[in-house]
């Protein structure tokens, strides 16, 4: 195996030189950086990351924790943190938090004890835990999708956390809007799990776009899903059974989605004919249903690819004050709805 010695010898410069070409950490002249990368392909020189870690202290490896790999918005999510992760020299560790509080924290710990330069962390809804860890450790970390409010008091020092997710009280209240828009009065939400920020921020939009189309909040309309489709499932029934049950739903998730939709085809109901229905989060699929779903995309893979590039911002200067960075999501109008169908295109940004 060649060794950087060899690199050295066949370019007719030092040993420091090409560590210097190959870790980018001095500037060097444009031909002697030719003749040094011309000597490691000609070579099959590869660089040993083991002994380069122990001199720079940096693994060139990121973390990346996310439940539910398996539901499409997070796999999304995973391909731009990937794509990103590689394109910048980049390696990738996951674990799955099962949303769970110490697996979480446990799975975080695991990564860090593995080296990794910086966590990208999809926060449990009670990341109390993590959070202490993280700032014990100073941990370089970038939350996504879901935001965290606080940092642990009585650490030795403030920990920046940097954040990333989409819009989602806007693009919600749209939904609401939309629906009031066709005529429905009783619009029922299936809602996520209680604890994460964005059903949250989805409540609220829900609760918006009722005050913006002139009706008033009946909480009976609102019903929690858990963000899992079983959960979902209940809380349409539950929803159905209401004496005065909606004529429209949203749901607020994909996952979700395909819960009341079960729910709906076990109790012999069509959509949108029996019962209207728009949701937060679009998926591959969506434009195959039958009928077509009305959505909101959020803009999955440019998330993950803004996390990386978040957090190699971060590890540049551990010091810099802590950003949350939020992108536009986009009312995707299909048929479910009740609306005619036309060609699926997604509609302005929310």
Request: with cysteine; aromatic share 4%.
């Amino acid at each position: 195996m060649a060794t950087m010695a060899d690199v050295a010898r066949s370019a007719g410069v030092s040993v420091a030189t090409v560590s210097h070409v190959l870790n980018d950490t001095r500037p060097v002249r444009p031909h002697t950086r030719q003749a040094v990368l011309h000597a490691v392909d000609e070579l099959g020189y590869t660089p040993n990351t083991l002994a380069r870690s122990l001199v720079t202290a940096r693994t060139r490896s990121i973390g990346l924790a996310v439940s539910a790999i398996s539901n499409p918005y997070f796999t999304e999510i995973l391909q731009g943190v990937e794509a990103s992760a590689l394109e910048r020299g980049y390696g990738l560790l996951i674990a799955d938090p099962h949303d769970d509080p110490l697996h979480e924290r446990n799975a975080v710990r695991l990564l860090h004890e593995r080296r990794v330069d910086g966590v990208i962390v999809a926060p449990s809804a009670n990341p109390g835990e993590l959070l202490a860890l993280l700032a014990r450790h100073r941990v370089p970390t970038v939350f996504l999708d879901r935001l965290v409010d606080t940092v642990p008091a009585g650490t030795p020092a403030p920990q920046a956390f940097d954040q990333i997710c989409a819009e989602n009280v806007d693009p919600m209240a749209r939904l609401v809007t939309h629906l009031a828009e066709l005529g429905h009065r009783r619009i029922g939400l299936v809602a996520g799990r209680p604890g994460f920020s964005t059903t949250n921020e989805r409540i609220s939009g829900y609760r918006q776009g009722l005050a913006a189309a002139g009706m008033s909040y009946d909480e009976r309309l609102l019903a929690r899903g858990d963000s899992a489709a079983e959960g979902a499932e209940r809380a349409t029934a539950a929803l159905l059974s209401l004496a005065a049950p909606p004529t429209a739903l949203v749901t607020a998730n994909n996952a979700m989605t395909i819960g009341a939709l079960r729910t709906l085809r076990g109790r012999g109901l069509s959509v949108p004919a029996d019962l209207a229905l728009c949701c937060f989060d679009d998926f591959a699929w969506a434009d195959l249903f039958s009928p077509r779903l009305t959505a909101i995309s959020q803009p999955s893979r440019q998330i993950g690819a803004e996390a990386v590039r978040l957090l190699l911002e971060r590890l540049e200067d551990l010091d810099r004050p802590s950003r949350t960075v939020r992108l536009p999501s986009v009312f995707v109008h299909r048929t479910s709805c009740g609306c005619p169908d036309a060609p699926s295109q997604k509609g302005t940004d929310s």
